[in-house]
């Protein structure tokens, strides 16, 4: 099976501006989560959607969101960015049955803020 | 609240030691634990989990639950284990939430 795919890999916003990105889990998964990973905070739980629903949310802003679509690829959005929204942003895909617990991971997309 | 703590950033040691990367949590309740790993140039990926109890690529974890711990042991470090290892729980089964220490560098020497 294909892995999970991050788009774009790189991003260079300014501050002010909204940055939409993709994330397509493993075939069959339908669990998608969102970390964000800076060196000062690590890695932090954003939110996870599972058919289309968000079903648990960490602690950030509302101008950090995101939604599922029918065919369980995943999009997040953030609104007006900040120079501390500059991080490497994970989203992971989880499957059921077995390994329901496993989350398997993206490469991530690089946003860098200025 | 859930917390996950990996007292140190770095640890080194020569190929054929031991290894133990430490690991505490804190949770009220029976979480789920797990470590991950990356290596360089790679994604974070499941190394192992304690409901498994599997040994893999020769490194084991024990959840204490008196000592709130999850301590990733190997008894001889090779130079392909060096990487950046994260601990992590997961505190409600089914919801995808995972909490992550801040990880420790393992850096193993010829």
């Known amino acids: 099976k294909a892995g999970v795919t991050q788009t774009p890999r790189y991003l260079i916003k300014t501050r002010g501006q909204q940055v939409t990105l993709s994330c397509s889990p493993i075939s069959g998964h339908r669990s998608v989560s969102w970390y964000q990973q800076t060196p000062g905070q690590g890695l932090q739980f954003l939110f996870e959607?599972?058919?289309?629903?968000?079903?648990n949310k960490g602690n950030f802003p509302g101008r950090f969101s995101g939604r599922q679509f029918s065919n369980s690829r995943s999009e997040m959005n953030v609104s007006t960015l900040e120079l501390g929204d500059s991080a490497l942003y994970l989203c992971?895909?989880?499957?059921?049955?077995?390994?329901?617990?496993?989350?398997?991971f993206g490469p991530g997309t690089r946003l860098l803020v200025l | 609240a859930q917390r996950v703590t990996q007292p140190e950033k770095l640890l080194s040691v020569f190929k054929g030691a031991p290894v133990e990367l430490k690991c505490n949590y804190s949770?009220?309740?029976?979480?789920?634990l797990f470590w991950y790993v990356q290596y360089s140039r790679q994604r974070l990926q499941l190394l192992l989990r304690?409901?498994s109890r599997e040994s893999i690529k020769g490194f084991t974890a024990d959840l204490n639950k008196g000592e709130t711990s999850f301590h990733l042991k190997k008894p001889f470090a090779q130079e392909e284990d060096s990487a950046m290892y994260y601990c992590a729980l997961s505190g409600r089964t089914g919801f995808q939430k995972l909490v992550f220490g801040t990880g420790t560098r393992l850096l193993v020497s010829p």
């Open positions: 949770y009220s309740g029976s979480p789920e």
């Open positions: 304690h409901i």
């Open positions: 992971a895909s989880t499957g059921q049955g077995a390994n329901s617990e496993t989350q398997y």
């Open positions: 959607y599972f058919s289309e629903t968000q079903r």
